[in-house]
T-cell receptor
Framework: SQTIHQWPATLVQPVGSPLSLECTVEGTSNPNLYWYRQAAGRGLQLLFYSVGIGQISSEVPQNLSASRPQDRQFILSSKKLLLSDSGFYLC????????????FGEGSWLTVV | KQEVTQIPAALSVPEGENLVLNCSFTDSAIYNLQWFRQDPGKGLTSLLLIQSSQREQTSGRLNASLDKSSGRSTLYIAASQPGDSATYLCAASNYGQNFVFGPGTRLSVLP
């Protein structure tokens, strides 16, 4: 069976510090990978998605970047965090192609202070 | 651009009631629609996926319907239990595009 792991679960970082959130998927090959952010009381905002190694699409311009160094690894990064980067970050995966269920990790709480 | 809304934003019902959650989408040319459950501080758990060619899907006490022509989907929960308390989100996917999520309905089932 497929599983998705995301870490760290909780993170408190000062403004201006770097960020690295990591996500790995097991039990499948060549998945589509996604990073979402969920701000308090708001819906999910798609930040990045990837259909293959090194292929990253950005949905919104912002202070964050994503990388996919391996088939089942997806990393969300920032060089300098802003207060507005605080939120709940969710990694997700789906099989390639359209019409497939999307599966989420447990999420990472980021508080920028 | 696809937009997804959900009403009500919050719902509180006594245990045992049957209830309906609503999801609306603006672009009826969807490929599929998915319902999720989110517990506080946790990730999303997929409940039901309805393909565009389907009218409904059922899993246990849950039944999701899809009416593309009216841009609506409903999630029916039968005989609600306190353990059903969570936020329920729907998401629509158009062909070649990623899922667009609604803001969710926060459900509280009172014992």
């Amino acid at each position: 069976s497929q599983t998705i792991h995301q870490w760290p679960a909780t993170l408190v970082q000062p403004v201006g510090s770097p960020l690295s959130l990591e996500c790995t998927v097991e039990g499948t090959s060549n998945p589509n990978l996604y990073w979402y952010r969920q701000a308090a009381g708001r819906g999910l905002q798609l930040l990045f998605y990837s259909v293959g190694i090194g292929q990253i699409s950005s949905e919104v311009p912002q202070n964050l970047s994503a990388s996919r160094p391996q088939d089942r690894q997806f990393i969300l990064s920032s060089k300098k965090l802003l207060l507005s980067d605080s939120g709940f970050y969710l990694c997700a995966w789906s099989l390639g192609g359209a019409g497939n269920t999307i599966y989420f990790g447990e999420g990472s709480w980021l508080t920028v202070v | 651009k696809q937009e997804v809304t959900q009403i009500p934003a919050a719902l509180s019902v006594p245990e045992g009631e049957n209830l309906v959650l609503n999801c609306s989408f603006t672009d009826s040319a969807i490929y599929n629609l998915q319902w999720f459950r989110q517990d506080p501080g946790k990730g999303l758990t997929s409940l039901l996926l309805i393909q565009s060619s389907q009218r409904e899907q059922t899993s246990g006490r849950l039944n999701a319907s899809l009416d593309k022509s009216s841009g609506r989907s409903t999630l029916y929960i039968a005989a609600s239990q306190p353990g059903d308390s969570a936020t329920y989100l729907c998401a629509a996917s158009n062909y070649g595009q990623n899922f667009v999520f609604g803001p969710g309905t926060r459900l509280s089932v009172l014992p």
